[in-house]
């Protein structure tokens, strides 16, 4: 065993997005490519001597190579420790809760989340720092300069270390803990929950599926809901993580898990249908015959937070992403507590969780989250989803219903364009920038703009800026529009145009959010000139 330098020159475009650093499987399978990077993060984080890592993924291809070559660079950088999934997996969640509990410098955690999987698909490395939380704006701009300095990177020429035997290793002179992925998530899961109430619900015949999408959450999920709370076998499907999730796309949401949407909405639906992504931070809640949409999903949550023992004193406050409805403000409102609005990408909900300032965080992309880990969590929403219809007695659509009948309902949809030449995105974003402050007062297939602005965030705590953080077109009647462009895609743009329309009569039958939106889509698409700059108005996925 040897500790080597191997001279490098910079890759191109190492430049972490919304969350990590995505790109084709290839590219990342590159000779040096995941070194380099992996190297710059060592190097903005001023070296790993003496330091201690969580290192883990969401069993995706390639998975388990990176892991084998991140310890080995961890090692020649000098770290002391590193604490490994066994086989390499970790869900996001429950990679930042090792690093929480163990008080480590950090984590590497291998995903590219819910894009797909495979060697011809999409792969990925985020780097989680200390308090457990995807690494801050100021950090992923310093690892991005690193990577582009880079001339060389540290490395152990070694074996590969057995990843499948939970226990001790150590590779020259770094300690490999290898740990069941789940254990310590359950602890914690089962410090929050009423686990005995969650289990009498099932006991009295409560049913429910919970689709893996052949990702992270399969032993997550049956190890605490089939084997721990006593859901019958079967409840738990698609749980074994495949290298390429089946072929799918492990996105939770009613396209990309139609099968679980279909059953959702047959007569033989369960009482609960739930699915998780990639890498186990997002979630999708879906009732018999009642889909909730993630947003007002994280507003019930915070209503009725409280249920559940670990929320039981209340909430400090909650934070939503930009483009996330309104509907968790007005349930704030009604707590009288702060609700903060934060860019897009879980990064920026970390000074506040960190500060205790809010609870309970969430985004539109079915991302729910609270103080107990500094990432989103999939299952920990399901959980609370069930702590809830426990301590309730009603269904999800009784709660749903009853909910927008109290704080009315925010109709809600996101289009997402892909694939679109950078270019024509850019021309169509900017073309609008241009023009933002004359926007006010002027009218776009009938409906009149109120307010229009380019979203700059001043993070409370830290009192950082971040700037160009999307477009915001508030129009009259409580009408609102959001456009930007995706940071987390692998090839051309995406651009996300999320509509908003609220309702203070949100409990009467008969709207459908396709019905209600459909004039504000018609604003936007004129006002933003989709069909000149892109040459289409219809969207790839409407969620
Ligand atoms: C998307 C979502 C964002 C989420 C991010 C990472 O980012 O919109 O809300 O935080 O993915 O989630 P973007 O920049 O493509 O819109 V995950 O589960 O993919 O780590
Ligand atoms: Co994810």
Known sequence: MTKVTVNIAPFEGQKPGTSGLRKKTRVFMQEHYLEAFVQSVFDAIGGGDGKRFVIGGDGRYFNVQATQTIIRIAAANGAAGVIVGQNGLLSTPAASNLIRQNGTDGGFILSASHNPGGIDEDFGVKFNAANGGPAPEGLTTRIFEASRAINGYHILRA???????????????????????????????????????????????????????????????????????????????????????????????????????????SDDAPDLGAASDGDGDRNMIVG?????????????????????????????????????????????????????ETPTGWKFFGTLLDAG?????????????????????????????????????????????????EFGRNYYSRHDFEAVPEVEATALVDGIITRIDDLPGKSFAGMAVEKADEFAYRDPIDNTLSEHQGLRIWFQGGARAVLRLSGTGTEGATIRLYLEHYRSDGSIEGHSTAAVLEPLRQAVLELAGFQQHIGRVDPDVIT
């Open 159 to 265: 074996d590969d270390v057995d990843l499948g035997q939970i226990g001790e290793v150590s590779l020259g002179n770094m300690k490999i803990e290898v740990v069941d992925p789940v254990a310590s998530y359950q602890v914690l899961m089962e410090q929050l929950f009423d686990f005995d109430a969650i289990r009498a619900l099932f006991a009295g015949g409560f049913t429910m599926r919970f689709d893996a999408m052949h990702a992270v959450t399969g032993p997550y999920a049956t190890a605490i809901l089939q084997e721990a709370l006593g859901a019958p076998e079967g409840t738990v499907v698609n749980a074994v993580p495949s290298e390429d999730f089946g072929g799918g796309h492990p996105d939770p949401n009613p396209i990309w898990a139609k099968p679980l949407m279909d059953l959702m909405m």
């Open 288 to 340: 018999r015959g009642a889909y909730v949409t993630p947003s007002d999903s994280l507003a019930m949550l915070a209503a009725n937070a409280h249920l559940a023992p670990g929320y039981k004193d209340g909430l400090a406050g909650v934070a939503r992403s930009m483009p996330t409805s309104g509907a968790c403000d007005k349930v704030a409102e009604k707590l009288g507590i702060a609700c903060f």
């Open 357 to 405: 300032r809010a609870t309970l965080c969430g985004e539109e992309s079915a991302g729910t989250g609270s103080d107990h880990v500094r990432e989103k969590d999939g299952l920990w929403a399901v959980l609370l989803w069930l702590n809830i219809l426990a301590a309730r007695g009603l269904s999800v659509a009784e709660i749903q219903e009853a909910h927008w009948a």
